[in-house]
């Protein structure tokens, strides 16, 4: 329609107006197009140009329609409803030479002419755009489609066969045969060429080997070959050849303003950001394209990769993806920047807009940027992948996922070998690991990923159990000893010592240790391996002096870390304390996990030998390294739970009870996911004294029973179970020694002068736990830290040391429960034959003075001696290990309590004393229970509790308040 001669006979015919804008204006139009929702600004360009949208257009036509039936003028017919489907905004609004060659190009094949046609132009005249619109408007119909686009190294994307010499005759002819086998036989073939196509680093070459331009090439392999029926729309780069066989349009990019005014309409931008972005773009008519849709999310992969800026930004970012990283997590703008050679912020702007983020926060993919991965060639991601591998800011889990992706099986293993600690990322690899050609590499890849699960002491995991049985495959003696050592460490585990025995006794292994020279490293690795196994067993059967052998063996020192932490296991259990230490602090930070295991046995050791405030510093710091290090949960749990046992015994019973909760969230009661109850159940025994020291006696008893009801239905590790129930059921005990007592769970403690039912239930338990039907050398299973670096627990022999230190803690605590004098100091006295060091000895010392305290009548003097050998023992914990740390709070403050019992008939004097005493920071949270003790033995045993008061100033209403309450309450800590 010839808009300009239809406006003018429409003004001519309107009446004249009465003020303002006149009917038929271009800014009454202008109006008229803003009120239906249309574009304003297209008016000038449809009435001038004919240039718009389909939408605008029919707008502006309904707008003339309705002047023209007040005038009673004509309008020229409506449309063809039968006609094509209308130009795309981008080629209507973009020049006429695109829209012609779309419209005849498509015409040609609805009437089956199966045309050929060739566009050129320079790079940015719009050859993409008009391609990727002809091939949705032809698939969108049902013809078939093939699209081609050569550019570079083709070689690939034609499937190119390698040529049969090196002759220029036989590259021309690998050439025509890679042509021949992609022309369809049917429907359509797009195809566009650049100025830089190679195929097998050669240039293109006619038949007879003469090199030619990329655009002569696809003449005359592709379109002049193509069978008959096939239409074909060949795109090329700058000018066509001279001799083409077809008609040539050539293409312009689209003029400034036309640029501008399509960005203004696309993107609904103003003029002044419309100017920039066209700066910007360099009037590139792909990436103005690219722009505008990608504000709809209308882009397809294949837009994307057809542009050289926004194939760069999807190719890297698909390496990126294929290396596994996490699909919320940003990537950091340094590594990004290495893959795309440059900042992120310094592509141009169509490029830019496919991510989101910044520099500061890092950078996400927009979804057609993710949604175009698929899409992305294996061989594309290669050059992004090694430069990943290779990238500063790529961490070690990205960097083993690019070398898998690669294949490079040489540089992973090589990477693992010179970087350990890398192995952990290697487990979510193992699936492609597998298909590694059989050899060195994959070998060493395989022992990487048992190594990881078996320092975790995860031998069950299907990952490590695969892994470990292709070692077994090996046609190499040292792979498969290595593998059998390992078979032996993981029934170790299981508690099945003979099956672990067996394993070592096996040809493959023996014959390895009987070897002395020229030992490749699987030997020297296995050996190392089998001494720390043999050291575990003679540990766990309660021979110390062998362990020690076995451990302290020359070869088992290629262990490493491991091997420190295994001698200092040995020598914690063998009591030589200061070498336990000096092992376990020689375990290198370089090896996190063992650091870790190493850092929780020192606290465990502190805690045992009386020090818990140096040993909650270990065992904090040994949750914070095992967490860094990627430890399992039940690992972080058992550190947490232990930290929470340091914090009870400094008195922080509130504080302990925060870390116990957050031990058993990493264990939920799932059993769909911890099949072994045994963890769990564990946890919740540890719980039971901390919830006795908050004076909930009912909820202890709940969690006690829950816990052994969870040991009563685990069938893993027997004898471990058996021992946890015993543990369990001591904590029972507690239970109602507690309540019995009618106190909390925390020190100072007073045994009972008269009986209670709950004492009664705490001694039967006691007694069935402590008579022989329980002997000491009842055997337990290894629960994790009987494994060579595996988990934390002491797990020790049945003679050795958990079984004593449980069977010294029962004897003291029935002394506790026991009402009868001499039949308490009977179990103290055994106690006292148990002791193995200064604390334990305090411990029984302190629990006989209070034995022999209890009665009104007593006489404080016998029990001096032995509070003054305790407070001795406490003064050499102080110093014990090599330094100074300070001892239990606690039993200081046990050990102060009955002091002032003692000598509670000194009145004023001792409790002057006391004062100054619990004035020690670390006393802080054991003060009210000291001064409650020393209260009640005043006003039980002093012949004038009043003047007492009276002489310290202590305020007291006879007749009002008892004495041990004023003086209790004039010295609680203020609220």
Not at 12 to 32: I, T
Not at 36 to 57: K, L, Q
């Amino acid at each position: 329609m010839d808009w300009k001669a239809v406006l003018a006979d429409l003004r001519a015919h309107l009446p004249p107006g009465g003020g303002g804008q006149a009917r038929g204006s271009l800014r009454w139009l202008e109006g008229q197009m803003r009120g239906s929702g249309a574009s304003p600004s297209s008016v000038r360009n449809i009435i001038y140009r004919d240039i718009g949208t389909p939408a605008d257009r029919a707008a502006l036509r309904a707008i003339l329609t309705e002047l023209a039936r007040e005038t009673g003028r004509p309008l020229p017919d409506s449309p063809d409803p039968a006609a094509p489907p209308p130009v795309p905004d981008e080629l209507d609004l973009l020049g006429r030479s695109k829209k012609r060659a779309y419209r005849q190009f498509l015409a040609g094949v609805r009437a089956g002419r199966a045309p050929k046609l060739i566009v050129c132009g320079r790079a940015g005249a719009g050859k993409t755009v008009l391609l990727s619109h002809v091939a949705r408007t032809l698939a969108a119909q049902g013809v078939p489609v093939r699209q081609l686009f050569l550019s570079g190294e083709a070689a690939g994307t034609l499937q190119a066969p390698a040529p049969a010499g090196s002759s220029f005759a036989a590259l021309a002819q690998a050439q025509l045969d890679a042509a021949r086998q992609v022309l369809p036989v049917s429907g359509t073939l797009l195809v566009r060429v650049t100025h830089d196509l190679t195929l097998h680093g050669s240039p293109p070459r006619l038949p007879g080997g003469q090199p030619v331009d990329p655009a002569t090439w696809a003449v005359k392999t592709l379109l002049e070959r193509v069978p008959a029926g096939v239409s074909v729309l060949l795109a090329v780069e700058g000018d066509a050849p001279a001799d083409a066989p077809c008609e040539v349009i050539e293409l312009r990019p689209p003029t400034t303003a036309e640029a501008r005014e399509y960005l203004m309409t696309r993107l609904g931008v103003p003029r002044a950001e419309a100017e920039r972005l066209v700066r910007e773009t360099g009037r590139h008519l792909d990436r103005l394209t690219l722009l505008a849709s990608l504000s709809g999310d209308d882009v397809s992969p294949a837009d994307l990769l057809g542009d050289p800026d926004s194939r760069r930004v999807t190719e890297a970012t698909a390496a990126l993806h294929a290396a596994g990283w996490p699909a919320l997590t940003p990537w950091p703008d340094a590594l990004l920047g290495t893959l795309l050679g440059g900042p992120p912020t310094a592509l141009p702007p169509h490029a830019r807009a496919l991510l989101r983020g910044s520099a500061e926060l890092g950078w996400q993919p927009a979804p057609v940027l993710s949604a175009a991965w698929p899409a992305v060639a294996r061989a594309a991601q290669a050059p992004f992948l090694r430069a990943l591998a290779a990238a500063p800011a790529a961490t070690g889990l990205h960097r083993l996922a690019a070398l898998a992706a690669l294949n490079d099986w040489t540089a992973l293993a090589a990477h693992v070998s010179a970087h350990p600690d890398d192995i952990r990322h290697l487990p979510p690899l193992w699936p492609a690991l597998r298909a590694a050609p059989t050899g060195p590499d994959r070998e060493t890849l395989a022992r990487a990923v048992v190594t990881h699960h078996a320092g975790r002491g995860e031998y069950n995991e299907p990952r490590a159990r695969d892994a470990l049985f292709t070692l077994m495959e090996s046609s190499r003696d040292p792979v498969r000893a290595w593998a059998r050592v390992k078979l032996a460490e993981s029934s170790l585990e299981s508690g099945n010592m003979d099956a672990a025995r067996t394993q070592l006794d096996h040809p493959d292994v023996t014959g390895m240790t009987a070897q002395t020279a020229g030992l490749d490293p699987w030997t020297v690795a296995a050996q190392a391996d089998a001494l720390l196994v043999q050291a575990a067993l003679a540990r766990w059967q309660g021979d110390l002096e062998t362990a020690t052998r076995a451990a302290s063996d020359p070869r088992a020192a290629h262990g490493g870390p491991r091997a420190l932490l295994w001698r200092g296991l040995i020598a914690k259990d063998a009591g030589r304390w200061p070498e336990a230490l000096d092992a376990l602090r020689a375990v290198p930070d370089s090896s996190p996990l063992l650091s870790a295991r190493a850092r929780y046995q020192q606290g465990d050791l502190h805690l045992r030998l009386g020090q818990p405030a140096a040993a909650l510093d270990a065992l904090l710091d040994a949750a914070r390294r095992m967490e860094a290090a990627g430890g399992s949960a039940e690992e972080v749990s058992r550190i947490l739970a232990r930290t929470a046992t340091a914090q009870r015994r400094l008195g922080r019973a509130a504080d302990a009870w925060t870390h116990l909760q957050g031990a058993l969230a990493l264990v939920p009661a799932d059993e769909r996911r911890h099949v072994d109850g045994v963890p769990r159940a564990r946890l919740l025994s540890e719980g039971v004294p901390i919830l006795l020291a908050l004076g909930r006696h009912d909820e202890a008893l709940a969690q006690a029973v829950r816990a052994l009801d969870l040991l009563r239905r685990s069938d893993a590790r027997p004898a471990e179970v058996r021992y946890r129930e015993r543990r369990t059921r001591y904590r029972v005990a507690l239970a109602y020694l507690s309540r019995g007592l009618g106190r909390p769970y925390l020190q100072p403690l007073r045994g009972p002068e008269r009986d209670h039912p709950d004492l009664a239930q705490a001694r039967a338990i006691l007694d069935d736990l402590l008579n022989p039907g329980h002997p000491l050398t009842a055997g337990a299973e290894p629960s994790g830290a009987a494994l060579p670096g595996a988990a934390l627990s002491s797990a020790a022999p049945p003679r050795g040391d958990r079984e004593s230190i449980l069977h010294f803690d029962m004897l003291l605590s029935r002394a506790l429960a026991e009402p009868e004098r001499s039949a308490a100091l009977s179990f103290t006295g055994r106690a006292l034959d148990m002791a193995a060091h200064a604390y334990e000895e305090a411990q029984a010392r302190a629990m006989c003075a209070e034995v022999q305290l209890r009665g009104d009548g007593a006489p404080g003097g016998a029990a001096l001696p032995d509070l003054n050998r305790a407070h001795a023992l406490l003064r050499r914990v102080h110093s014990g290990l090599g330094g100074t740390h300070t001892p239990d709070p606690g039993l200081h403050a046990q050990l102060l309590a009955l002091e002032a019992r003692a000598s509670i008939l000194e009145g004023a004097p001792t409790l002057r004393w006391l004062a100054d005493e619990l004035r020690a920071p670390a006393l802080a949270a054991f003060r009210g229970g000291v001064w409650r003790e020393a209260a009640q033995a005043m006003e039980a045993v002093h012949p004038d509790p009043a003047a007492v008061l009276r002489d310290l100033g202590v305020p007291f209403q006879a007749g009002l308040t008892r004495v041990s309450d004023a003086l209790r309450l004039h010295h609680a800590d203020p609220a």
